[in-house]
């Protein structure tokens, strides 16, 4: 890392804090810019290395002689794919900025930093070829201010606070041509909590009334239904006393019924006189 050019400033601020923290700003050393622009959004010279970057490379395309994510002369110039995968390795995410909606729908305190992707003229020495390349920008908060650190500038340059960076990036996308990488930690990537319309919103004075409204009938639901189940029960249990009863009753009856049946029985067979059996005469008695 001692080859990069790199430095760190402290930057005036205007406002009663005399000085902002120290600043660490990588400046451009060939085709480097993506390695720089991490550095300076992690704000640390030893964060990524070029070898870092290149077993990234080497990684994202095992085997190809050719890797597609890189310089074919092996002088930086690494894609996206590869400041995706080094933001990975620092327990981060990324995340593309959809330009049709306004920036101002972002919450920049749970952002860790933004990665801005613009197209530059393509120069071979002093002549300018008739393509561009892309080149990265890291921004950041700092203290209590964003800086540009782009690695093309001499030094840091201050955005401002939120709305100043608002501004900014609203200005930089205004280019149909410019991209915006959010970079945020792992958490906040999977809560999506980097926008504002994933936070929950505290609903109006009408939605809250609609919102009692249905709860008291939800409620009164719930309480009829439990009524009519307790009301069934009793009734259940009513009827089922009184089938009980009148099934005691009939038993009763016929009980009564048959008990009076054998009596009147007995009494007949006892009122009834004995039949005499007939004598039988002996052959000697003839």
Known sequence: MGSLNS?????ENSCNN???PEVYHERQVKEMCALHALNN???DQRAF???DLDDICQKLSPGNFINPHRSLLGLGNYDVNVIMAAVQLKDCETVWFDKRKDISCLIPSNIQGFILNTPTDYRWGVVRLPFKRKHWIAIRRIGDLYYNLDSKLENP????GEES?????RMELEDGEKELLLVVKRDVEELGSWRKDSLPTEPSKEEQAELCQVENTELCQVEKTELCQVEKTELCQEEKG???????????????????ERKEGDN???AKPPTSKPSIQSMEDL
């Open 18 to 20: 005399p000085k902002q």
């Open 242 to 260: 009184e089938l009980c009863t009148e099934e005691q009753t009939q038993n009763h009856v016929e009980l009564c019924q048959e008990e009076q």
């Open 165 to 169: 960076l608002y501004r900014y990036l």
């Open 41 to 43: 959004l992690f704000q």
């Open 49 to 51: 290395s070029k070898k």
């Open 157 to 160: 340059e201050v955005i401002g």
């Open 268 to 270: 007949e067979k006892e």
């Open 7 to 11: 430095c760190k400033v402290e930057m």
